[in-house]
């Protein structure tokens, strides 16, 4: 009674295409006729099958999700209608005969479309009569695999969603605008940009990295930064240059400004989800000079009695 989405290794909220997917890989590397010598294989492939054949069918993966049945198509009430027996609701039912090419027997009940499945990868016979994976009607043909990209983009880049280029992988260039409130590990899809298939081409599944930056840190939708300043700045005031996702912009500091200050650029930081930019907060940092001998010369006569730890209680 294993979990089908389990068996075929994807999310419970997965589309048909990706179901399909993924049956199909494990069908080509398990099928019988290719592993004759390998019984487990043959057990995993029975696995695949009840599984594609339950989440193929919408009802069954309906009744399947909201816990009506088991991973076997069984009714999970004790005394639930409906039978249990995994060979009558179309799924897996039966051994791999010898001498016979493609010899698993699929029912008509289920969901799974097996035919165009194995057609493609054993040269099996079309749906509709009388063939091992005949059923009366075929699904659509399976769109192309996705493909999965990862976009490296700049921390500042990032803050102003500016445009970035990335490379598909038929080599050709391609403009991608970043979502509003990006973030690292956030990931994109951009529909018919994958690998071409019958059904159409699969999509680009690109993930947005986000580097880091030597002295902006991001805090939410907010930009940090430690600004250092000199001592006659910070006693004195003075307007100094500070750097912005944006590009420098003149500061204001306050006279009498000392080390843990902090200052707002209003709009500097990322955008939000909603389209507006957040802030960058600056914190001001004093830089006294290690060897100075007029400022060691000053402090020797000058005495600040102030308890500038009294309230730290020492």
């Not at 990868?121 to 043909?141: D, K, T």
Request: aromatic share 8%; no cysteine; net charge neutral.
């Amino acid at each position: 009674m294993a979990d089908p989405y389990s068996v075929l290794g994807v999310q419970r909220g997965a589309t048909d295409a990706e179901i399909k997917s993924a049956y199909r890989k494990l069908a080509k590397e398990l099928h019988p006729d290719k592993n004759k010598d390998n019984p487990k294989a043959s057990e995993r492939f029975a696995q695949a099958t009840n599984a594609y054949d339950l989440l193929s069918d919408k009802d069954k993966r309906g009744r399947f999700d909201r816990g009506e049945i088991d991973g076997d198509g069984n009714p999970t009430a004790p005394f639930g209608f409906g039978g249990g027996h995994p060979g009558g609701g179309g799924g897996f039912r039966g051994g791999h005969p010898g001498g016979q090419g493609g010899g698993f027997d699929f029912g008509g009940g289920g969901g799974g479309d097996f035919s165009d499945i194995f057609e493609g990868l054993f040269g099996g016979r079309q749906a509709g009569g009388g063939g091992p994976f005949g059923r009366g009607q075929r699904a659509a043909p399976p769109k192309g695999a996705n493909v999965n990209y990862r976009l490296a983009v700049d921390f500042a880049d990032a803050a102003t969603r500016a445009p970035q280029r990335i490379t598909l992988q038929d080599g050709k260039p391609l403009d991608v605008k970043l979502p509003a409130g990006v973030e690292h590990g956030m990931q994109m899809r951009l529909s018919g940009k994958g690998q071409p298939g019958p059904g159409g081409a699969g999509d680009a599944i690109i993930t947005i990295e986000i580097r880091s930056h030597p002295f902006f840190v991001r805090d939410g939708d907010a930009v940090r930064i430690d600004l250092p300043i000199t001592l006659a700045e910070a006693v004195a005031g003075a307007k100094v240059r500070v750097p912005t996702v944006d590009g420098p912009v003149m500061l204001a500091i306050p006279p009498g400004s000392s080390s843990g200050k902090t200052l707002r650029l209003k709009g500097k930081g990322f955008t939000t989800k909603s389209g507006e930019r957040g802030d960058q907060y600056v914190r001001l940092m004093v830089e006294v000079p290690a060897d100075d001998a007029a400022l060691k010369a000053f402090v020797e006569n000058w005495h600040d009695d102030r308890s500038v730890r009294g309230h730290m209680g020492v």
